[in-house]
Structure formats: structure tokens, C-alpha cells
């Protein structure tokens, strides 16, 4: 089964940007849908995108217009561009096969006031 691992989180003032990225152990073609969740303190885990190995990408409402989730098959990797941070997306992000029960560990972002 392919694994997937996140990296790229870390501090950031509001209004500025990073990019996560979900490295695939294997071939990322294999995997139909690749999400991006993230989980506050205090709060229960919530998706955030979603793109397919088609590459159609959904995203929930909150994020609408500022991530962007991408992939690079040639890198077997999955990214997501973030931009305009706010301090309410402060989280602990995870990538995910939408199939798989497995979670990685994730990355943490923190965006300050």
C-alpha cells in the first residue's frame, strides 16, 4: 500500500503563505483521490481539498479562492498552496488516500496574529 507523508508546515504571520506537500512511497497514479484534512486543537479533523489522479479538485468553502491543491505525478506528490493565512487555520494538516483508514502523522501550521 502506498503511503503518503506530509511536510512543509511551520510559522507564518497572517497573510502570508506556505505550501504543504504529500509525498507518495509509491506511484501517486494509484491512488483515485488524495484529500487534505487538518485538525485544530480542541476540534474535530475536517477536509479541506480534494483532487482526483484526473485531476478535478474540490475544496470546502472556507478555503475557497485562497489553497490550492495541485499534484505532480512525476513526483509522485500532492501539494497545497496556501495563501492569505489566518489565524483560524491554525491546525495540524494531514494528506490522505480518501480510501485508506490510515493517517499519517501530519504537519503542523501555525499562522500568528
Known amino acids: 500500500q502506498v503511503q503518503l507523508v506530509e511536510s512543509g508546515g511551520g510559522l507564518v504571520q497572517a497573510g502570508g503563505s506556505l505550501r504543504l506537500s504529500c509525498a507518495a512511497s509509491?506511484?501517486?497514479?494509484?491512488?483515485?483521490?488524495v484529500g487534505w484534512f487538518r485538525q485544530a486543537p480542541g476540534k474535530q479533523r475536517e477536509a479541506v481539498a480534494a483532487?482526483?489522479?484526473?485531476?478535478?479538485?474540490n475544496y470546502v468553502e472556507f478555503v475557497e479562492g485562497r489553497f490550492t491543491i495541485s499534484r505532480d505525478d512525476a513526483k509522485n506528490t500532492v501539494y497545497l498552496q496556501m495563501n492569505s493565512l489566518k489565524p483560524e487555520d491554525t491546525a495540524v494538516y494531514y494528506c490522505k488516500e480518501l480510501s485508506s483508514p490510515y493517517w499519517g502523522q501530519g504537519t503542523q501550521v501555525t499562522v500568528s496574529s
Open positions: 483532487i482526483s489522479n484526473g485531476g478535478t479538485t
Open positions: 509509491g506511484s501517486i497514479r494509484s491512488i483515485a483521490i
